[in-house]
Each structure stands twice: as structure tokens, then as C-alpha cells.
């Protein structure tokens, strides 16, 4: 027998299937996210910074079915892997920008006062900075490297997850069962782990998703300009880089990682569209 909280997560999946948006995400993300797997295990065509001179710059084939670069690696190895380093950096800056942003909005709408005021002028200043800026800033100031993308991309977003998390705690600690828990002497951090959290979830789960699209986007611009991924690892923004002199020979180059990052952000936008409609049940009717 299924319990309450199956029932209720194959609900969600079903009502997810049956919107257009989010049904179309949900097949582009989970796509995307066997291909980055199955890159992360070197279960690819050929190892992908394997070189082969003599067969540098094949057009695809049946041997390279999206063919070779300037050292003579597959692309679709190397569009495997860059999948698989590009997942690891966006699910790990994706995690901790939530785990900084929640607690700072929670602690800043259950508290409120000057905690409120001091926690939200900080989170304005980093605001302030266009998001693309301020992971340059912190890129350029730790140096390049994966571990320090991930750094400067949970730092653009964890302010914009404390404004999601905040509106919601306003709400839900006024309401009457979170005011019953106090009458019966609960604590703070039981009333914000057992009422308030649960009740702010929603917004939370889409802006993950959304959150998902940015830092994937986010990690191609920093290896694009050389301050994310170290060649000769794969990433799709270094593949962009490293075929901008050449695009017109071997377009393939340039084509493939290109689609790749518009399909990856593509899925994680539709899908947080879809997880919107799904969950605000204000929405669930119109579309």
C-alpha cells in the first residue's frame, strides 16, 4: 500500500506529464542528465582528450558522428564530458546558493527587526552587481578552476534564493497554526524546521530549476573566457572558444556544443515553468 507521501509525489508527476511545458522539460532534462552521467563514467564513444593528428577536423562520420576537432578528439566524447562537468558544477553551486540563500531568508523573514534589515542590505548589495560581473570578480580574484566556478556561482545566487525564501516565511509565520505552536511552547528552530520550511517549498523547488538553466549558462560564459573549466578538460564553453577562428572551416565545432547549451537551458527553463504552473494552484487551471 502506497503511503501518503507516494501518492502525493506521483500526483505531482502526473499533473508535471500532463503540462505541456513542464512534460517537454522534464524529457530535456532527463536527457541531458543521462548524457552528463554517462560522461562522468567514460562510458563515451572515445576517450574524450584522446587526440588523433591524423584525423583532425573530420566532418561526422560513422566513425566521429559529430566529428573531430583541431586535435583530432570526438566531439560527441567531448560533448559527453563537458555534459558531465557541467552538471557537477551547476548541482553543486545550485546546492549550496539554496542551503546560504534559505537559511539567510528564513532567519531574515522569521526574525524580522534588524536582522531583517541587515541580512536584505547586504543581499541588495550583491543585487546591485550584474550577475555575469560578479562571478568574473570572484572567478578573477580566487583564479580559474571548477571548485572556484562553483564558488562564484553559489555566491550570484544565493541572494536571489534569500529574497525567494523570505516573502514566503512573512506569510506563513502569521498564520494560525504557526501562532497555536507558540501558545504551546515551542521552540524557534522546531517551529521553523516543522511549520515554516514545509510551507515555503514551493517557490523554492522552481527557483532551483530556474537556478539550474542560469549556472549551466553561467559556467559556459566563465570557460568561454577561459575563467571556468581548464582546458584540455571538456566543457562546452571552452569547445566555443576554442572554435571561434575556425567556425566557418568546421562549423561542427561551434554547432554542437552550441545546441547543447541552448537544449540544457531550454530543459531546466520549461521545467521550472512547469513545476510553477504545478505547484500554485492559482495557476493549474489557466494552461
Known sequence: MQKPRERASLKLLGRLLRNRSGAVGLVLVTFYFVVGLLGSVELTPHPPLEQHPRERLQAPSATYIMGTDLFGRDIASRIMGGAANSLRVAVFSVTLATTLGTLLGTLSGYIGGTVDILIMRVMDVFFALP?????????????????????????????????????????????????????????????????????????????????????????????????????????????????????????????????????????????????????????????
Not at 573566457?225 to 577562428?245: A, H, I, K, N
Request: glycine content about 8%; proline content about 7%.
Open 131 to 287: 550577475a555575469l560581473l560578479l562571478a568574473l570578480v570572484v572567478v578573477s580574484v580566487l583564479g580559474p578552476g571548477i571548485n572556484n566556478t562553483v564558488f562564484a556561482i553559489a555566491t550570484v545566487y544565493t541572494p536571489i534564493f534569500a529574497r525567494v525564501a523570505r516573502g514566503p516565511v512573512l506569510t506563513v509565520k502569521q498564520m494560525e497554526f504557526v501562532l497555536a505552536a507558540r501558545c504551546i511552547g515551542a521552540q524557534d528552530w522546531r517551529i521553523v524546521l516543522r511549520h515554516v520550511l514545509p510551507n515555503t517549498l514551493a517557490p523554492l523547488i522552481v527557483q532551483i530549476s530556474l537556478a539550474l538553466s542560469w549556472s549551466l549558462l553561467t559556467e559556459a560564459g566563465l570557460s568561454f573566457l577561459g575563467l571556468g573549466t581548464q582546458p584540455p578538460m571538456p566543457s562546452w564553453g571552452v569547445m566555443l572558444s576554442e572554435s571561434r577562428g575556425i567556425a566557418e572551416m568546421a562549423p561542427w565545432l561551434m554547432l554542437y556544443p552550441a545546441a547543447a547549451i541552448m537544449l540544457g537551458v531550454l530543459g531546466f527553463n520549461l521545467l521550472g515553468d512547469g513545476m510553477r504552473d504545478v505547484l500554485d494552484p492559482r495557476l493549474r487551471g489557466l494552461r
